[in-house]
């Protein structure tokens, strides 16, 4: 099976679940921070076709301000899990403070959905997917169907958003990075001049600027402050002690 029939193939069982739980509408993106929609092999953006919306008056994926306004698309920036909406609030298996914080904000903008669920997929690189079920009953427990196949979705919406995001050359090949390159980086990320890192370390100035312009390298970016946002998102830099 090419990549391009196996895209179709999970964009099928992706609406194909949603009729199965009483969400049938969809709306999916591979990436939330672009306006570009998924597209299959022909070009067609599969939202207005194969997924449907609640509002087929409101062709999100043509409006770039979408984004910034849907409630949905801002959890999935501010959580990794899967999440549920039941006309009035959101929530998920677990407390979650950012979605609490959403609640609070007021009244969500719900674009006439009823209920939803929603599967974030967070990729290498920073990227940030996710498919949202929707409905416009409000008689449809969707407390009830997240609770049962909240985690089948999670791994639905993360194969449908890899496969897509490989098949379009958005998948970067695995960067190796050593271990004093990942401290030079680290101290960068956290505001110490090239001298400083040298100290802290115990190199030299030019060995610092040697680790980080080879990192740079690697990273397939050109500038220090490149390398180390493009080693963030990659997961080399982390909250944890910089040894």
């Known amino acids: ?9 999970l964009a099928h069982q992706v609406a194909a679940t ?3 739980m009483g969400l049938p509408h969809i709306a999916a993106s591979a990436d939330i921070g672009s306006p570009e929609p998924m597209r299959g092999a022909d070009g067609k953006p599969f939202a207005g076709a194969l997924f449907t919306w609640v509002d087929p008056e409101l062709r999100y ?5 979408f984004a910034l306004r849907s409630a949905f698309v801002h959890a999935a920036r501010a959580i990794a899990e899967p999440f549920w909406f039941d006309g009035v609030k959101m929530a998920t298996w677990r407390p979650s403070s950012a979605l609490e ?3 609070r904000d007021g009244p969500i903008e719900s674009f006439g959905v009823a209920g939803a669920i929603t599967a974030p997929a967070y990729l290498p690189g920073g990227v940030i997917g996710a498919v949202v079920w929707a409905t416009s009953d409000a008689g449809v427990d969707v407390g009830s169907v997240f609770a049962a196949r909240a985690g089948e979705l999670h791994a639905l919406s993360l194969r449908f958003m890899a496969s897509y995001a490989e ?5 970067a090949p695995p960067v190796r990075l050593t271990r004093r390159e ?4 680290k101290w960068a990320a956290a505001g110490k001049t090239d001298a400083e890192v040298g100290e802290i370390v115990a190199i030299s100035v030019p060995t610092v600027r040697f680790h980080i312009t080879n990192a740079a390298r690697k990273l397939g970016v050109v500038s220090r402050s490149q390398a180390v946002h493009r ?3 990659l997961g080399y830099i982390g909250s944890g002690a910089r040894d």
């Open 182 to 185: 990942i401290q030079c980086l």
């Open 167 to 171: 098949a379009r050359g958005a998948a």
């Open 231 to 233: 080693a963030a998102t």
């Open 18 to 20: 949603g009729q199965e």
């Open 101 to 103: 914080a959403l609640n």
């Open 1 to 9: 099976m090419s990549s391009s029939d196996a895209i179709l193939a």
């Open 61 to 65: 994926w043509e409006d770039r301000g």
